[in-house]
Every structure is written in structure tokens, then in C-alpha cells.
């Protein structure tokens, strides 16, 4: 007979930053997966899942959801999980500096100690300040070709003034949703926003319960923000903050 193997709590953290992640909510779900899928390999247990919208250049500790990862952590004794190196932090400074305060694992190599994850961050640092100059670079030619003339380079920078109007918007857009009886907007996560498309599709494919809903978005994958299962009540809080009902 064999003998059940304890499985190891973790806390999760996911982060994404302002912007393109945000706005798709896709960041958040690969990340989720890419966690449970680790988990389940390496006989994790999640015991909560803490989840962001801020930029990775902030320091762990002073990210309000990261505090409470790390806090959480601390009192259990057990590790913090992510889903790469890089939604921890680019920053070696900061990651060594974590490091001495907490453990830390990655989903993508779980395996790895804090020697090797201290190693992966410096890489990480590098290729952000690489890809962070060439961007800088590009831009700037860009814009000299635009200023001696270049039709194509005009309109290059024309449209890019107004995607990143239209990223500012469909970002506040995103953490909106409207009321249909006009009273105030209810804000709502990327998270959830994200789960916008899932819901009314199970919703017109003839599910009218709130344990059909329940079990729809369990069997697809799909979730809480915490990483649990969804039941009946949780998916009544969902309803209510994406303001669908089920079909008559």
C-alpha cells in the first residue's frame, strides 16, 4: 500500500503590468496555469493566490498584494510561487534582497534554488535594460526620419500617438463596467473582466444555474482570483460585478 505524499503549501503571486497585459486579462490566466500546472507536478498545494496590476521595477515589498504574499509566507513558513522569474522581479538587487527574507520558487523551473534563481534575475535585469535601449533606439531613429520628412516614419509616429491614447482609454474603459439601469459605473479587476467573454458565452449556450455556471468555468479552467474552484455563492458575486443574468 503505498503512502499518500504530503504535498507542500505555497502562496502564489501573480502580477502583470499597466498596459496591453492588463488590458487582455490573457497575462493573468497563462500565469494561473503555468502555477497549477507546477503545482500539480511537484505536489504543491496553493493556498492562496495573490494577484497585481503594477510595474515590475517596484520593489517586491512595496507592492501592496506582494506585502501580503510575503507576509502570508512568513507566518506559514512556506514558500512564495510565480509563474516566471521576471513577474517576481527583473531586479537583482531586489530579488537577493527578498531572498533573505522569504523562499522563493518558479513554476517554469521549479527546481531551481535561490543560487540559480539569483542567477536567472541578473539575466532577467539584462535582457530588460537590452530590450528597454533598443526600443529607446528605434524610437528615436524613428522619429529623426519623421522630423527630415519621411512620409512613412510621419505616419508610423502618428499612429503611435494614437494607439497609446487608445491603450490609455481602453484601460480605464476595462476597469469599468456600466450599469444597464444608469446608476454609478462598478469597478471591476482585469481578472474578472477577463472572465467577461467566458460567462456570457456558458450563459448563451443554455446554463441557468448557479452550480451549471459553477461547473462550466471549473471544467474549462478557468479560476478565481484566488485559484480556486468556483461554487455557487462566488459565481453570484461574479454575476453581479460583470452585471449579466442568465437567459429567459
Request: charge should be positive; hydrophobic fraction near 45%.
Amino acid at each position: 500500500m503505498s503512502i499518500p505524499q504530503i504535498k507542500q503549501k505555497v502562496v502564489a503571486y501573480v502580477r502583470v503590468s499597466t498596459g496591453k497585459q492588463e488590458a487582455s486579462g490573457l497575462g493573468i490566466e497563462a500565469q494561473l496555469e503555468y502555477i497549477h500546472t507546477a503545482a500539480k507536478a511537484q505536489h504543491w498545494e496553493v493556498v492562496a493566490v495573490f494577484q497585481e496590476t503594477v510595474s515590475g521595477t517596484k520593489a517586491p515589498e512595496q507592492r501592496p498584494e506582494m506585502a501580503k504574499a510575503i507576509a502570508m509566507a512568513l507566518s506559514m513558513n512556506i514558500p512564495i510561487v510565480a509563474a516566471k522569474i521576471d513577474r517576481i522581479s527583473r531586479d537583482v538587487e531586489h530579488m537577493a534582497s527578498l531572498m533573505k527574507r522569504v523562499q522563493l520558487k518558479v513554476a517554469t523551473m521549479p527546481q531551481a534554488d535561490n543560487f540559480q534563481l539569483h542567477l536567472f534575475a541578473a539575466l532577467a535585469e539584462q535582457e530588460r535594460a537590452f530590450i528597454s535601449q533598443r526600443t529607446k533606439d528605434a524610437l528615436k531613429a524613428l522619429q529623426e526620419r519623421a522630423d527630415n520628412g519621411c512620409v512613412e516614419s510621419i505616419a508610423k509616429v502618428q499612429r503611435r500617438a494614437h494607439n497609446l491614447v487608445g491603450a490609455r482609454q481602453a484601460k480605464a474603459d476595462m476597469s469599468k463596467a456600466i450599469i444597464p439601469d444608469g446608476s454609478a459605473p462598478k469597478k471591476i479587476s482585469p481578472h474578472v473582466a477577463a472572465l467577461m467573454p467566458h460567462v456570457k458565452g456558458f450563459l448563451f449556450d443554455g446554463v441557468k444555474t448557479l452550480q451549471g455556471l459553477a461547473d462550466a468555468l471549473n471544467n474549462a479552467g478557468h479560476f478565481t482570483s484566488r485559484g480556486g474552484s468556483w461554487h455557487p455563492t462566488s459565481v453570484a458575486r461574479l454575476m453581479d460585478s460583470l452585471s449579466v443574468s442568465f437567459m429567459k
